[in-house]
């Protein structure tokens, strides 16, 4: 059985969007890869959600869902200090319902495929490169030893 992630206890709240709709939450607790949130309804066993608290942004799938708990896996590692430590405190203070706090940029799961996709194109195009460097390479080589051959037999035909 896998071992299970250390959690970091917590009670902070936060506002999650599920489709075009947000509500509020409170993280219970966090860990490098999820998080478990209380809320009124929770979202259905594999929805995918967006976790704001302050600028924080944590894009994640539902794992786990029962009577008023949810458990998400996140899409990236959590920087679980800037949700529970430090950074939290410096960011603007808000309180649950405050539509401002969103007007930071989001970074959505379109936003997230999109970037994912751009990293596959570099990869890819690398790697053709790659090939043509060592496909030029190897013609290199044949034209070489070619005219090796060929100035080897105009040289001893010379002589």
């Known amino acids: 059985m896998k071992e299970r992630e250390p959690r970091i206890s917590t009670s902070v709240p936060a506002r ?9 939450v409170t ?9 478990m949130l209380r809320v ?5 066993r594999g929805s995918y959600i967006e976790v704001r608290r302050a600028s924080q942004v944590v894009i994640g799938r539902v794992v786990w869902s029962k009577s008023g708990q949810c ?13 529970t430590g430090a950074s939290a405190i410096a960011a603007p203070k808000w309180t649950p319902g ?4 969103r007007a930071a940029e989001r970074r959505t799961i379109e936003h997230s495929s999109a970037r994912s996709q751009k990293i596959a194109r570099q990869l ?13 390479g190897m013609i290199l080589q044949l034209l070489k030893a070619t005219f090796e051959a060929a ?9």
Request: net charge negative; no cysteine.
């Open 151 to 159: 100035l080897s037999q105009v040289t001893q035909a010379l002589l």
């Open 98 to 101: 405050d539509p401002d706090r």
């Open 16 to 24: 999650v969007r599920l489709g075009d709709g947000w509500f509020d």
């Open 71 to 83: 458990g998400i896996r996140a899409q990236d590692m959590i920087d679980t200090m800037a949700l």
């Open 27 to 35: 993280i219970m607790n966090v860990s490098l890869h999820g998080m």
């Open 40 to 44: 009124a309804n929770p979202p259905r």
């Open 124 to 136: 890819q195009f690398m790697v053709v490169v790659a090939f043509l460097v060592l496909a030029a």
